[in-house]
């Protein structure tokens, strides 16, 4: 659900204020839209996958909040960090390199507060049980 809500607020925004991506998002085809913003979007009952993509980021950082989090300059992403992204994050993000964006201001400011991806995950994986 957040997927079409995320598109059809930019798709609003942008012809509001006549964005060159206009054209683009005035495609019938919602599906296509969603796999150039979420790179691993999947469909389904409840649908899944918030990790944005270039384009997605691009879009999201023009209409809604967002933090900025530089993981330490030694640190590459890992297959766990984006599994635990993915399963733990309600709102979209983006990663690459050591740099994470995120767009929920609570989960931002735990990793900020913690300061370390790994351990932050512990914490909240441990917090879920």
């Given at each position: 659900?957040?997927?079409?809500?995320?598109?059809?607020?930019?798709?609003?925004?942008?012809?509001?204020?006549?964005h060159?991506?206009?054209?683009?998002?005035?495609?019938?085809?919602?599906?296509?839209?969603?796999?150039q913003?979420?790179?691993?979007?999947?469909?389904?009952?409840?649908?899944?996958?918030?990790?944005?993509?270039?384009?997605?980021?691009?879009?999201?950082?023009?209409?809604?909040?967002?933090?900025d989090?530089?993981?330490?300059?030694?640190?590459?992403?890992?297959?766990?960090?984006?599994?635990?992204?993915?399963?733990?994050?309600?709102?979209?993000?983006?990663?690459?390199?050591?740099?994470?964006?995120?767009?929920?201001?609570?989960?931002?400011?735990?990793?900020?507060?913690?300061?370390?991806?790994?351990?932050?995950?512990?914490?909240?994986?441990?917090?879920?049980k």
């Amino acid at each position: 659900m957040i997927h079409i809500n995320f598109l059809n607020y930019i798709k609003k925004k942008c012809k509001e204020t006549e964005h060159p991506f206009n054209t683009m998002l005035q495609s019938d085809d919602d599906s296509a839209l969603l796999r150039q913003f979420f790179l691993n979007y999947r469909e389904g009952n409840s649908a899944k996958g918030l990790r944005l993509s270039n384009l997605g980021l691009q879009m999201a950082k023009i209409h809604f909040a967002s933090w900025d989090i530089i993981l330490d300059g030694s640190w590459k992403p890992k297959s766990k960090h984006v599994i635990f992204l993915d399963r733990y994050s309600k709102m979209p993000y983006h990663l690459c390199g050591n740099m994470l964006t995120l767009f929920d201001k609570q989960f931002a400011l735990h990793l900020k507060l913690i300061g370390d991806l790994d351990v932050f995950m512990q914490s909240e994986t441990f917090n879920k049980k």
